[in-house]
């Protein structure tokens, strides 16, 4: 009697288990699959990619990724790239880590497509400067790859996606269905992720010193042609002055030829002379339109017009002693610390090729 209700027991229990277990499976695979789907999301939103343009918006998990990436590592040199080049850096001292981030709160590029705003009256060298900063398109070109170079130093540290699923055979045959619930996910070894974290973060700290370099060109290019035009603007100023002072003699030499005092050669040397002094004002006026146009390139604004230029040369040239320039080359120059990096680079990349025949 006790055989045959535990019979029925087991029967009973064998039922509910056949019916049970597929909805626990689909049960568990939608959960296991929303985890992973949702995981995929914070990480998709986090290292979402941005245009080189400014023409984004602004994401909290995006604003807050240095934040929580310097959290991990105290030591490292926190750095905002916007998308004009200009870095802020939120760190101090040597570090073995560079973060880069995209600033969400970009100030508004201005490009060529509408006027641009340079104050009303002179305009001074810190001016065309920050302009040129802003818009030049190469500077803009380094920024855009230094933000992609940072998002994909972020993903080759990442472990792949795992895989979750869910198998079923033999659904219309009663008491022979066969369900398979399964999960993969590939773990790499020897360090393999942290190594490639390490190539492309030296990778990375070489763009932002070229980035600087770019930088520095394009400040050394403005200031060289902001004198240029400077120069040509004084000129032009002392040429309209000696023209006026033409003008007063040849309506002298023709006053003094009517009065008998003068004769007609001097009237056509006066008039000679003139021309001349016409023929230099339009020369030196190209010039000057010449040097305008060469701003305009760099500062990347084609509509950029002629303005009063306000400055003066009466800087004293301080001497300076060669091995003080090559301390400060060295110590301060970014061509070389890219150098350096790209060294640094081929180093990690030397240790990261030699784990590679370790298997995952």
Not at 141 to 155: H, V
Not at 248 to 264: F, M, N, V
Request: proline residues 4%; positive net charge.
């Amino acid at each position: 009697m006790v055989d045959d209700v535990w019979t029925m027991l087991l029967l009973r229990l064998g039922v509910k288990m056949k019916t049970l277990f597929p909805k626990l499976a689909i049960t568990i695979f939608c959960g296991c699959l929303g985890c992973a789907s949702d995981s995929v999301r914070r990480s998709s939103n986090q290292f979402r990619g941005h245009s080189a343009h400014g023409q984004k918006t602004a994401v909290d998990s995006e604003a807050k990724a240095p934040t929580r990436l310097a959290a991990n590592a105290p030591n490292a040199e926190s750095m905002v790239i916007s998308a004009s080049g200009k870095s802020d850096k939120q760190g101090s001292g040597a570090s073995s880590v560079v973060f880069a981030a995209v600033d969400p709160n970009p100030q508004r590029e201005q490009g060529t497509s509408g006027p641009i705003s340079i104050p009303a009256g002179e305009t001074t060298i810190d001016e065309l400067v920050n302009l040129a900063l802003t818009n030049n398109p190469a500077i803009k070109e380094l920024a855009a790859t230094t933000q992609k170079a940072a998002g994909f130093r972020t993903q080759v540290g990442l472990y792949a996606n795992p895989i979750v699923g869910y198998q079923a055979v033999q659904l219309a045959d009663r008491g022979t269905d066969q369900h398979v619930l399964f999960a993969e996910q590939e773990f790499a070894t020897a360090n393999k992720l942290g190594l490639n974290r390490r190539v492309q973060n030296e990778a990375l700290r070489a763009q932002l010193q070229e980035l600087e370099a770019q930088k520095l060109r394009v400040t050394t290019d403005i200031r060289t042609l902001y004198y240029e035009a400077l120069g040509y603007q004084k000129q032009l100023r002392l040429i309209q002055d000696f023209q006026k002072l033409m003008d007063k003699g040849y309506e002298l030499a023709q006053l003094r030829q009517k009065a008998a005092e003068g004769s007609k050669i001097d009237v056509l040397q006066t008039k000679v002379q003139r021309s001349e002094i016409d023929l230099v004002f339009r020369q030196t006026r190209a010039r000057y339109d010449a040097a305008w146009r060469g701003i305009a390139a760099i500062t990347g604004v084609a509509n950029l017009q002629p303005t009063p230029l306000n400055g003066d040369f009466s800087e004293a040239i301080q001497s300076m002693q060669w091995q003080e320039v090559s301390t400060n080359l060295v110590a301060a120059s970014p061509e070389y610390a890219a150098a350096q990096a790209r060294i640094s680079q081929a180093r990690a990349e030397l240790d990261r090729h030699g784990v590679q025949a370790i298997p995952n």
